[in-house]
């Protein structure tokens, strides 16, 4: 496979840890100018240093996406860096698990804030101009539990649901101008989000093929691959890295 992105600017958000990190890493090993985002500046500031370290090229740019505001100009700064954005990864999110009579209205618009509108109005502030220049490439983070019924991931497993939707949706609607959109869905990997449960993370990949957790390389290997040459007959395809649990 060949997966140069020279010339490419990426924005990934959530890149200051875990998968996103990864993917910021990897895809500027590829040639790309890495748009690094999140709300840890200091992280911010060690992933580009990471990059560059690397022989890399990236540039941080501090947002919270649970604010519209912040979004949009998350949008307009991205857009400043290099003239483009040509590859969006749409990796932040967040994961309350609880049962769903327990969880608050907070904790709804919290996580739907962030895992719904935040990618729905990102990615729309920044498609015209990737239409404009005929090209460009979105990979949106989804999970495997948002085609399970697993118990008290109501709310994070719906969010990543209508993730999944607007990925065929976008897909159809700005393919025919060049843009293509696609979906990674990852099992359970090992960031800091499953930290909280301990062991008890392994009731996530238990009786799986790959009877482990995922390391977020992997899942930017896959993010890699969709935004590449290599992936250009490749729309609106939701791709498990899973470890087989979508089979499980």
């Given at each position: ?162 993730v999944e939707t607007l990925t065929k949706v976008w897909a159809a609607e700005f393919g025919p101008q060049g843009v293509r959109v696609n979906a990674v869905s990852p099992g359970p990997i090992a960031t800091e989000g499953l930290a909280p449960f301990g062991d008890g993370a392994a009731v996530f990949y238990n009786g799986t093929p790959a009877n482990r957790l995922g390391q977020p390389e992997e ?30």
């Amino acid at each position: 496979m060949s997966t140069s992105l020279s010339g490419k600017t990426a924005l990934i958000t959530g890149s200051t840890s875990g998968i996103g990190r990864a993917t910021a890493l990897l895809l500027a090993s590829h040639g790309a100018h890495v748009i690094v985002s999140g709300r840890d500046t200091g992280r911010g500031a060690g992933t580009v240093a990471a990059i560059q370290d690397s022989g890399g090229s990236a540039t941080f740019v501090a947002a919270d996406l649970s604010d519209l505001a912040s979004v949009a100009e998350l949008a307009r700064l991205a857009l400043e860096v290099t003239g483009r954005v040509d590859i969006l990864v749409n990796n932040a999110g967040i994961l309350p698990f609880g049962t769903s009579t327990d969880l608050t209205p907070q904790q709804f618009d919290d996580i739907y804030d962030i895992n719904v509108k935040a990618v729905f109005f990102l990615a729309t502030a920044l498609l015209p101009t990737m239409v404009e220049h005929g090209e460009g490439s979105i990979v949106n983070l989804s999970t495997t539990l948002a085609t399970k019924g697993f118990a008290g991931s109501s709310l994070y497993a719906s969010s990543k649901a209508a993730v999944e939707t607007l990925t065929k949706v976008w897909a159809a609607e700005f393919g025919p101008q060049g843009v293509r959109v696609n979906a990674v869905s990852p099992g359970p990997i090992a960031t800091e989000g499953l930290a909280p449960f301990g062991d008890g993370a392994a009731v996530f990949y238990n009786g799986t093929p790959a009877n482990r957790l995922g390391q977020p390389e992997e899942i930017a290997a896959a993010v890699s691959f969709l935004v590449g040459e290599d992936a250009k007959y490749i729309h609106g395809v939701i791709l498990p890295v899973d470890g087989g649990a979508s089979i499980w």
